[in-house]
């Protein structure tokens, strides 16, 4: 009876690869020796091959005809694998691509040149092509059918090829000449690495890097949910899991627990298009080899759909996730179950919170929780950096200000390149506004605080979080400055979204923005101020051109992104014409604010707040400037400003003489005549 080549060896993943290589090795032997007419010739022209053919022949194939001896290898090897009791990636990808032994070998093959160079120059001399070291379809198929028990060689290298087994790195030569390669992550997880980031788009981590589903911090109905899907997953119920939800907000990490459950790894992708891209078709034979699930990273703009298809040579179950927008079809998620993973309430914020800084080292752990709205992802990514913060300032204990400078830290990375953080500081006493705007507010900043709260509250169906707030009012009235006040009051970072930035020619591209910009607000949770936002607010118009056309889809997809259950964030937007504002927004609009020009009583207040301490102007001055001088707020406050400068020249004080001008001044630049007597 014949004794096996590879008996006593241990069927590991390296050993595995070690066999299928030598394998390849045997291969181009024998077919180098048939081309030179001996092994002699062949050891001539090529020496290297010399130091392989002694370790085969101390392999138990000394004496052995080249030709039988790749059959003998192949034979030993099926009778080998069945005793692994791990996983092997050469194995476990032939059978999910439904290869056979040969075509492995023959992948291989193509595969030599990664792990020794010189078989580069065998590949030119057989193929007659200086300068091509990789191997040709010309070159493998005429090795395809022989007494070796070889299998058809082109249709194995076309199957390979539809799969992302192979790539072709000159697809506009002629198909014999196509240059073919492993691709380079592929190749490394067939020789058992298992690398953090196998290649551009992808990361992997291992089952026993992954938390367990008994460690998600999820509400007890959704923890039941997700207890229920490996067992679906398993029988064939679904094939996939798809979770919409905001970024970081946990969507991978309850996938990467659902891999884990099902002994495998988690491969993450994000391909640059689900439907021409190499990236994709590496997915399913990349996931195969590394036992992992694969999931699909998902950024699509609103009313974008991608369709996704099956993944090839990819046995196990799939995940997707995306964001709350867009649309995801096709066969690949016709089986999929979705889950919505909502923002974490305050107690499970909590949670989050201890897991991430642990209890004792957060000194108001319920306070934190109740003011941060942070998405899952965020709350470790601050409890990280306010560790930090906590220690440059000395706290034993992590306090509010340091998590706050943690947060803001997160702000910059996420938003400085959409909006501009304004400054905020102050109190309500700094804005002279009516009473019923003031009424208003306090309005606003209760709906603000208590916005998590009031579904709880008034019962029945889904409230969004989100707060929407127009302020209207003719410019000067204090609208910005009342979203600064209103920012300082919820100590809350307040950005305003730079229109330049946001409005692009390019059809969709205004939308995308848009969209980043609305999601990264509420992922963070920050006060988002969409400063005279007329020109993306305004009234639908009949389409006469292309232009209303696309100025209608802008306005029907903010409509939509502004529905109620669709934001959670809190958008304030300003406007000195109100009347230009689509009716369907101030519908939409949680909160509406009017601001008027002051009148004369609030115009002597905005004088005192603006005026230094220490000026010297007569009240009857300021009485008369305040009673006849119908300026707004922003004109009073430049007005003070300019007086306090003439005052810098002169001594330092301010004086009548100088207010008086400054008035002047004023009136002079919106081309009015000045009402002061005095003048």
């Given amino acids: 009876m014949r004794k096996n080549l590879f008996e006593g060896l241990e069927v590991t993943p390296a050993e595995h690869f070690k066999l299928f290589f030598y394998g390849a090795v045997l291969s181009v032997f024998h077919h180098v020796s048939q081309l030179f007419g001996s092994a002699e010739a062949a050891f001539k022209e090529f020496p290297f091959l010399v130091g392989y053919n002694n370790e085969l ?79 040709t379809p010309g070159l493998l198929n005429s090795w395809g059918r022989d007494e070796m028990n070889w299998s058809d060689a082109r249709a194995n290298l076309r199957r390979m090829h539809e799969l992302g087994l192979v790539r072709v790195v000159n697809p506009e030569a002629p198909r014999l000449e196509w240059a073919m390669e492993v691709p380079s992550p592929l190749w490394d997880a067939l020789r058992g690495e298992q690398n953090q980031v196998p290649g551009h788009g992808f990361r992997y981590r291992k089952a026993d890097k992954l938390l367990s589903i008994d460690q998600l911090i999820l509400t007890p109905a959704l923890h039941e949910q997700v207890k229920a899907i490996p067992k679906l997953l398993v029988s064939g119920e679904a094939n996939g899991v798809m979770v919409r939800s905001a970024s970081r907000n946990g969507r991978r990490t309850l ?45 699509l703009a609103p009313q974008e759909t991608v369709e996704v298809r099956h993944l090839s040579a990819c046995r196990s179950p799939y995940g997707i996730v995306a964001g709350k927008q867009g649309g995801v079809s096709g066969d690949g998620v016709e089986q999929a179950i979705t889950i919505n993973l909502e923002m974490p309430d305050a107690n499970l914020r909590r949670q989050h919170w201890q897991r991430a800084g642990a209890t004792d080292k957060l000194a108001d752990l319920d306070g934190i929780s109740r003011r941060f709205r942070l998405t899952a992802g965020n709350i470790h990514r601050a409890a990280h950096l306010a560790k930090s913060y906590a220690a440059l300032n000395k706290h034993e204990a992590i306090v509010q200000a340091d998590a706050q400078r943690a947060t803001r830290s997160l702000h910059r990375q996420a938003l400085d390149a959409l909006a501009v ?41 889904k409230t969004s979080a989100g707060v929407r707030a127009l302020l209207s009012g003719p410019s ?103 009347e230009r504002i689509d009716n369907a927004f101030q519908r939409r609009m949680d909160v509406v604010i009017n601001f008027s020009p002051p009148s004369s009583s609030e115009r002597w207040t905005i004088w005192q707040l603006h005026l230094p301490p220490t000026h010297r102007v007569d009240m009857n001055l300021l009485e008369e400037a ?44 919106a081309g009015g005549v000045c009402p002061l007597r005095r003048l």
């Fill in 57 to 135: 022949a101390d392999g138990g194939l000394a004496g052995v005809n080249s030709g039988k001896a790749v059959s003998l290898w192949i034979e030993s090897f099926r009778e080998w694998e069945p005793k692994a009791v791990e996983h092997l990636p050469i194995d476990a990808l032939r059978r999910a691509a439904g290869l056979d032994h040969s075509a492995m070998i023959l992948l291989t093959v193509i595969g030599l040149i990664e792990e020794d160079l010189r078989f580069g120059s065998i590949f030119e001399t057989m193929q007659g092509t200086p300068g091509q070291h990789r191997v």
């Fill in 255 to 299: 996938i990467g627990a659902l891999a884990r459950e099902l002994g495998l790894g988690l491969l993450e992708v994000t391909p640059a298009s689900v439907n021409d891209d190499e990236r994709w078709r590496l997915v399913g034979p990349l996931a195969t080899a590394l036992n992992a699930l694969p999931v699909i990273v998902l950024d």
């Fill in 421 to 461: 953080r304004l400054s905020v500081s102050g109190d309500w006493g700094q804005l002279a506004v009516s009473e019923d705007t003031r009424r208003e507010l306090e309005n606003l900043v209760s709906r603000c605080r208590h916005r998590e709260n009031l579904q709880a509250q008034i019962g029945g169906g």
């Fill in 476 to 578: 000067g009235t204090g609208k910005t400055l009342a979203a600064r006040l209103l920012a300082a009051t919820l100590q809350m970072d307040l950005y305003r979204v730079d229109l330049s930035a946001v409005v692009n020619k390019y059809i969709g591209e205004t939308e995308k923005t848009l969209n980043l910009v609305l999601s990264r607000a509420e992922e963070l949770d920050v006060i988002l101020l969409l400063d005279e936002g007329d020109s993306l607010l305004t009234q639908r118009t009949g389409v006469q051109s292309s232009n209303d056309r696309y100025a209608n889809l802008e306005t029907n997809f903010l409509l939509q992104r502004l529905e109620g259950e669709s934001f959670d964030g809190i958008l304030l937007v300003t406007t000195n014409a109100a």
């Fill in 626 to 669: 305040a009673a006849r001088c119908a300026m707004t707020g922003g004109q009073i406050k430049n007005a003070a400003l300019h007086a306090s400068l003439l005052a810098l020249e002169d001594g330092g004080i301010v004086t009548s003489a100088m207010v008086e001008a400054a008035i002047e001044r004023e009136y002079r630049k």
